[in-house]
């Protein structure tokens, strides 16, 4: 790196949006394993309530990306 150059920095929208799908994506994959944990047990139940909550903190994600990279 030449000096007096400095290295730009994500911004914020992008940060907030890549933290958010990675806990969406844990949740919906921890919501996976409880349903094939259940089916191994013989009660096949769909987790709901974690589905909806990562399908809730996605677009939170994206509206922080949306609201937060502004040029």
Excluded: Q
């Amino acid at each position: 790196m030449k000096k007096g150059r400095t290295k730009m920095a994500e911004p914020w929208g992008e940060i907030l949006y890549r933290a958010a799908a990675t806990v969406a994506g844990l949740v919906a994959l921890l919501a996976l394993l409880n349903f094939i944990y259940n089916v191994s047990e013989g009660e096949p139940m769909i987790p709901v309530a974690a589905l909806g909550l990562a399908a809730v903190i996605w677009p939170i994600g994206l509206c922080c990306r949306w609201i937060f990279d502004v040029p």
